[in-house]
């Protein structure tokens, strides 16, 4: 939100199209379908559409980048091994990166607060209410 992306807040367990599943993957649409048809990601047809649960496409994310991790770091480890100059974050210095993203996502959202001319605290829920 810091550099003007918009967000979405959606239910957990809405159905989504292909085109947003792939949006979300980052992946082509005729990529995506391929990924149900193989059984990939579960789905169901409504007619001649399918439709994907949210929280199928972010458990197949999460698998997704939890291969890339491991295999980026046992490629860094190689190449450490191999003396070719890379280093390796250690966990305290990954913590530290991430705690940083997330007072920046935090600073972005209260500057949104703000802007809307919210006053004091705001709890909301995924459906949309909210009170003050």
Excluded at 7 to 28: C, F, K, M, R, W
Excluded at 52 to 71: F, G, I, M, N
């Amino acid at each position: 939100m810091s550099q003007g992306n918009a967000i979405s807040l959606i239910p957990y367990h809405q159905e989504i199209s292909t085109q947003d599943a792939g949006n979300l993957l980052n992946v082509s649409r005729p990529f995506l379908v391929r990924l149900l048809e193989s059984g990939d990601i579960p789905f169901r047809k409504v007619g001649a559409h399918r439709r994907v649960k949210l929280q199928d496409v972010l458990s197949y994310k999460e698998q997704l980048d939890s291969q890339r991790h491991a295999t980026l770091d046992e490629l860094a480890q190689l190449s450490q091994d191999d003396g070719m100059g890379y280093w390796v974050l250690t966990g305290h210095e990954q913590v530290y990166r991430r705690l940083r993203c997330l007072r920046a996502v935090s600073r972005a959202l209260k500057r949104c607060v703000y802007a809307a001319g919210i006053d004091g605290p705001v709890h909301g829920s995924l459906d949309g209410s909210y009170s003050r």
